[in-house]
């Protein structure tokens, strides 16, 4: 559910002890009142929304960026090794972000996004070196760099 769809939630459900984290033109749309603003706890947050399709669409053109999900094996040093294939290949990763899957401390799963995109021999050897080293690979996308990258 997205933060729009909670606030509709929970004007639905009518509990005054349940609230939801959406924006003031969500609370005001479904009738809530604001019981705090600028919760963040960086001004430098971010919301990334995913926009998906029933059939994959792949962009073209140059300045691509993946976003994908992985969990490595529990096996010593399984994400140093994991990373090997991007440095080793040239593609650069830009973000890098661990889970917890389950409360587990043995399976963690790891979001990230890299410059480039299937399809790309360097990418497509980094997945691959990648892919020895997991249990789980997911590409959640492909879509166009965003335009502050451009200019780094």
Same mark, same amino acid.
């Given at each position: 559910?997205?933060?729009?769809?909670?606030? /509709?939630? %929970?004007?639905?459900?009518?509990?005054?002890? @349940?609230?939801?984290?959406?924006? &003031?033109?969500? +609370?005001?749309?479904?009738?809530?009142?604001?019981?705090? &603003?600028?919760?963040?706890?960086?001004?430098?947050?971010?919301?990334?929304?995913?926009?998906?399709?029933? &059939?994959?669409?792949?962009?073209?053109?140059?300045?691509?960026?993946?976003? =994908?999900?992985?969990?490595?094996?529990?096996?010593?040093?399984?994400? *140093? /090794?994991?990373? +090997? #294939?991007? $440095?080793?290949?040239? %593609?650069?990763?830009? /973000?890098?972000?661990? *889970?917890? @899957?389950?409360?587990?401390?043995?399976?963690?799963?790891? *979001?990230?996004?890299?410059?480039?995109?299937?399809?790309?021999?360097? @990418?497509?050897?980094?997945?691959?070196?990648? #892919?020895? =080293?997991?249990?789980?690979?997911?590409?959640?996308?492909? *879509?166009?760099? $965003?335009?502050?990258?451009?200019? @780094?």
């Amino acid at each position: 559910m997205d933060t729009a769809g909670s606030a /509709k939630q %929970v004007a639905e459900d009518g509990d005054p002890e @349940v609230g939801a984290l959406a924006s &003031e033109l969500a +609370g005001s749309i479904y009738g809530l009142e604001t019981l705090a &603003e600028n919760i963040e706890d960086n001004q430098h947050n971010t919301t990334r929304f995913l926009v998906m399709s029933p &059939e994959p669409q792949r962009p073209t053109g140059e300045d691509l960026m993946t976003t =994908f999900v992985f969990q490595v094996r529990n096996i010593p040093a399984a994400l *140093y /090794k994991a990373m +090997g #294939g991007f $440095a080793t290949n040239g %593609v650069n990763m830009v /973000k890098l972000e661990s *889970y917890m @899957v389950d409360g587990n401390f043995t399976a963690t799963q790891f *979001y990230a996004d890299i410059e480039g995109h299937p399809g790309d021999p360097a @990418v497509d050897r980094a997945l691959e070196e990648l #892919g020895y =080293f997991t249990t789980h690979l997911d590409i959640l996308g492909v *879509y166009p760099m $965003a335009g502050f990258r451009k200019s @780094v």
